[in-house]
């Protein structure tokens, strides 16, 4: 797991126990053949009235701290800039998402995006590999010439 963490770019450091952690806010779960959905469901009955759990793409299941989510850094970035819901778009293709794409008037869902965060999109895009967020951003930038 460390290694893939690398891969991403992220910087990353082993620790010998979490509990010498003075705070933790993500926590991820990984599965190189997926998140079994009865773990999901398991996971989240034992864990969510402590802490918010959510699929994050296929491999991946992330714990954080209650509101501690996509879309609150989105809120904190529309206060901080001025921006209002009505000027805001987004993207996403899992569950991890949906808080993000709801604090935006135009959440966007790539084509194969999770079931949960195609129901919460304002509208569903072709599949991520057919560039599907470049196509739109291109758009909506044409509109605002």
Known sequence: FYQVVLSYGC???KVPDLKVLPDISKVSLYHPDGIPA????????RWSDKMDVCIAGSCYLDFTKK???????????????????????AFGNADNDISL???AKYGYAV????EGLKKAAYEVLAPMQEDAVLGKLKEILEEME
């Not at 509101?67 to 921006?83: V, W």
Request: hydrophobic fraction near 25%; include cysteine.
């Open 11 to 13: 910087q990353a450091k």
């Open 38 to 45: 009865d773990v999901e469901q398991t996971m989240k009955e």
């Open 67 to 89: 509101g501690c989510n996509k879309g609150k850094g989105l809120s904190l970035l529309q206060k901080h800039y001025g921006i209002t819901y009505e000027e805001t778009a």
């Open 101 to 103: 794409i709801e604090k």
């Open 111 to 114: 084509g194969n995006a999770s």
